[in-house]
């Protein structure tokens, strides 16, 4: 009995050694590892996956996702595949990422793609740029300077949060290659355009500093991150939702860190009337 069962291992390893990389396990993982990097909600990335191991008629095949990371395995024409664990740190939102694999899976299942021409589209997406720093600079600032008037600020305010917002990305920006943690980013950030709407206000450009100061942090503010997280506790992702749900509450409090610092200390240095 020992030998036959020693035989057995050996042909199963000789299957698994000579069986294709590209299965639809691993197509599957790829697709659900950009899903979930790029901001998709749990059940979205979990239904994407399934259906795509159905599409390419996967004997069985079960998966298990939380916000960051992903477990599954699956069987195919008899033989046990097995997909390496993938750890998916959280990273900005790319919707045009997550629009573009989810048609993917729709035209999987119409039958459109073999899985290396699947394996070929899903790289491509993989690469897909975010929009030019240029055009990223300009929506933070009208995005600052928006939302300011929409809270109640004069166009001076406005016009105040503009530059803020233009300081902010540039400092994004630099903070990109400086590698700091999200922390010490998001403390930094709001600090920094508070103060800058504390010398604007003190110079006469703005007439309400807390609208100032409110329009120029809104790029900070994780909204995405939080609406996400709702919509995993709806969905029964308790872990995942608990996860993404701690990321932003830790933000907004390292947000109110920072810019409640430097007002309280220009209140008290300069006599700024908060």
Request: proline share 3%.
């Amino acid at each position: 009995m020992a030998q036959e069962k020693t035989v057995d291992l050996r042909e199963q390893e000789e299957i698994w050694e000579n069986a294709n990389p590209e299965s639809p396990l691993e197509l599957s993982v790829l697709a659900g590892e950009i899903l979930l990097y790029n901001g998709a909600e749990i059940f979205r990335v979990q239904e994407t996956m399934e259906r795509i191991a159905k599409a390419y008629r996967m004997d069985s095949f079960h998966v298990y996702v939380i916000s960051n990371g992903i477990f599954a395995c699956g069987t195919e024409n008899g033989v046990v595949h097995t997909a390496e664990i993938r750890a998916v740190s959280l990273a900005p939102t790319h919707l045009g990422r997550i629009a573009a694999v989810n048609q993917l899976s729709r035209e999987i299942e119409e039958g459109k793609y073999t899985v290396p021409q699947a394996f070929q589209r899903l790289e491509e997406i993989k690469a897909l740029p975010f929009a030019s720093k240029w055009f990223r600079l300009l929506a933070c600032a009208v995005g600052s300077a928006g939302f300011c008037y929409l809270l109640g600020g004069t166009l001076w305010d406005s016009f105040a949060s503009f530059f803020t917002g233009l300081l902010l990305y540039l400092f994004l920006l630099m903070k990109g290659t400086q590698k700091l943690s999200k922390i010490m980013t998001n403390i930094l950030g709001s600090g920094l355009v508070t103060l800058c709407s504390v010398l604007l206000y003190m110079l006469g450009i703005g007439h309400h500093i807390d609208h100032m100061v409110i329009g120029s942090i809104i790029p900070l503010v994780p909204g995405v991150a939080f609406t996400t997280s709702i919509r995993d506790f709806f969905n029964g992702d308790y872990v995942s939702g608990a996860i993404r749900l701690i990321d932003a509450l830790l933000i907004a409090a390292c947000i109110a860190l920072g810019v409640g610092f430097v007002l309280r200390t220009a209140s008290a240095w300069f006599g700024v009337v908060l």
